[in-house]
């Protein structure tokens, strides 16, 4: 019996050695499998990180080219607005040439040398419609638009059998385009134009009326009204103006 216990000592031994060597063996393994599962995490980071800066460089190129284009329309806008401003300051010139043209009421005249001394001098004959046209077009010069439009609407009313109220009628759409109220303007000018076409003011009627519809981005008929401006006055001065409008159209 005691020669076993030196064999049984030595398994006991050569096991405990072998069950070493394999938890070395494993840990060996797991240290290369830690290893190339990093070697993959790293791998697969590094793809993911070029995928982003694809994404990344794809998404800068969009937002490129969408500010190229919002660059583009902007451009655009600002030439747009610079050529409704310029319309506008034309037209408004245009108007303000007009009212500068308005005459002013007649002022008393001298007394004549054979009035008696001392006498007043005679009072104009004015007429209660010239009388009204006169305060709305005093009003009008003012650039007081807006009382001009109920005053001149007032003179068509109380007078509409008077030439005053024709008049009253042509400086009314003169007051809405100034007010920018285009649709009133040209409601009023064509009325104006199919009411009185013998009138030394139709010719203009018809012009600002097509004024008025290039406003409210209404060119094709704004060149209606041009040509029919052009083939009813041909040899006005509002022929001219049109004939130049057209071209730009």
């Known amino acids: 019996m005691p020669r076993l216990l030196p064999v049984a000592a030595l398994s006991l031994l050569l096991g405990a050695c072998a069950t070493t060597s394999d938890i070395e063996q494993t840990r060996r393994e ?18 993911l990180s070029n995928e982003r800066l694809l994404d990344l460089v794809k998404e800068v190129a969009t937002l490129r080219s969408e500010m190229a284009a919002l660059r583009g329309q902007n451009e655009m806008l600002q030439h747009q607005q610079g050529e409704v401003l310029k319309r506008q300051n034309d037209l408004y010139a245009d108007l303000d040439l007009r009212l500068g043209k308005l005459e002013q009421p007649a002022s008393n005249p001298a007394a004549s040398g054979e009035a008696e001394a001392g006498a007043s001098p005679a009072a104009p004959l004015v007429s209660p419609a010239q009388d009204a046209l006169n305060k709305a077009l005093a009003t009008l010069r003012n650039r007081e638009f807006a009382r001009a439009v109920p005053e001149l609407k007032a003179v068509m009313d109380k007078f509409p059998a008077n030439s005053e109220a024709q008049e009253a009628s042509y400086w009314l759409g003169v007051a809405h385009t100034y007010l920018k109220q285009y649709d009133a303007a040209i409601d009023i000018h064509r009325r104006f134009a199919e009411q009185y076409p013998a009138h030394v003011r139709a010719p203009e009627a018809l012009r600002l009326m097509a004024e008025n519809q290039i406003e409210l981005q209404q060119k094709d008929q704004a060149k209606v009204t041009l040509r029919k401006l052009l083939k009813l006055y041909p040899n006005s001065a509002a022929a001219t ?6 071209a730009k159209l």
Do not use: F, I
């Open 30 to 47: 797991l240290d290369a499998a830690k290893q190339q599962t990093s070697a993959r995490l790293t791998e697969v980071e590094a793809r």
């Open 241 to 246: 103006k049109a004939r130049e409008r057209l």
